[in-house]
């Protein structure tokens, strides 16, 4: 109980210090020196409003991961060397994986590596190139996608075969005879609900 009247006495007199312009308080600065951090105003000067610091950074991870430097130039086109091959997407498995469609013709589960993750799009009918292990002939690393005038850069250079379908999303065998699926309804039908 003493020590909070102690407290407030000493918060008290300094603030009555203050007031009368005194800065000197050493009896008080050892023991609170918290309480001296602020400078008493003088008549004639405006105090201003202390405002908080400025953000100089540009943002976290989330611009990072939209940010794609890439789009701007125009980069070298890439060819597939020992251990790689071309592929299509088939279609995205999700958890950065994907099913994939080589061109030697062997279906193949691609894994995304973690430079591409959240930072290139892949979607089914892209053209990749994947790199294939040793050790599991029916699982590949996707290394690189390339952008639609790559592909076709690619086609063109006889790299791609001719019956490669290029700027197309990938229709499943199943989904070829779609045109059956759809009802059709009729002015009257809806006029008897």
Known sequence: MLVKWWRSQAKS?????RRKGIRSTSSISFSYPHLLTQQPQQKGTTQQEETMPKNKGKGGKNRKRGKNEADDEKRELVFKEDGQEYAQVLRMLGNGRCEAMCIDGT???CHIRGKM???VWIAAGDIILVGLRD?????ADVILKYMPDEARLLKAYGE???NTRLNEGIVDEED?????DY???EDEDIDKI
């Open 13 to 17: 007199r300094v603030w009555r210090l």
């Open 107 to 109: 279906k193949r589960l």
């Open 117 to 119: 993750h959240k930072k």
């Open 135 to 139: 050790y599991q002939d029916d699982k």
């Open 160 to 162: 791609l075969p001719e």
């Open 176 to 180: 070829e005879g779609g045109a059956d």
């Open 183 to 185: 009802v059709e309804f």
